[in-house]
């Protein structure tokens, strides 16, 4: 199976990790993650960054299954039924 990501070739507006594809010469390449300072890549391949995704949307790319069974915590209050609990501070 293939995924298709929604590669963006212009440099990112945001300061961060994303997962990247990077051109290591003629006929070779790379994935990768790399860190955007805001003026340039971070990189631990040297090479040419030829598109990138955000994290979040490379993760909602993928169906992950989390490691390990999902434990329900419940503190054993009942929800309030105008959820104004929600917004009051303890």
Same mark, same amino acid.
């Given at each position: 199976?293939?995924?298709e990501l929604n =590669?963006?070739?212009?440099?990112?507006?945001?300061?961060?990790?994303?997962?990247?594809?990077?051109?290591?010469?003629?006929?070779?390449?790379? #994935?990768?993650?790399?860190? =955007?300072?805001?003026?340039?890549?971070?990189?631990?391949?040297?090479?040419?960054?030829?598109? #990138?995704?955000?994290?979040?949307?490379?993760?909602?790319?993928?169906?992950?299954? =989390?490691?390990?069974?999902?434990?329900?915590?419940?503190?054993?209050?009942?929800?309030?039924?105008?959820?104004?609990?929600?917004?009051?501070?303890?």
């Open positions: 199976m293939s995924i =590669w963006q070739k212009k440099l990112p507006s945001l300061v961060g990790l994303y997962f990247v594809a990077i051109k290591l010469g003629p006929v070779a390449g790379v #994935y990768d993650f790399a860190q =955007w300072n805001g003026t340039e890549w971070e990189l631990q391949t040297e090479g040419e960054v030829m598109g #990138y995704v955000d994290i979040q949307e490379f993760k909602n790319s993928l169906d992950i299954k =989390w490691p390990g069974e999902l434990v329900r915590v419940n503190s054993g209050q009942k929800p309030s039924k105008d959820n104004s609990e929600l917004w009051s501070e303890y």
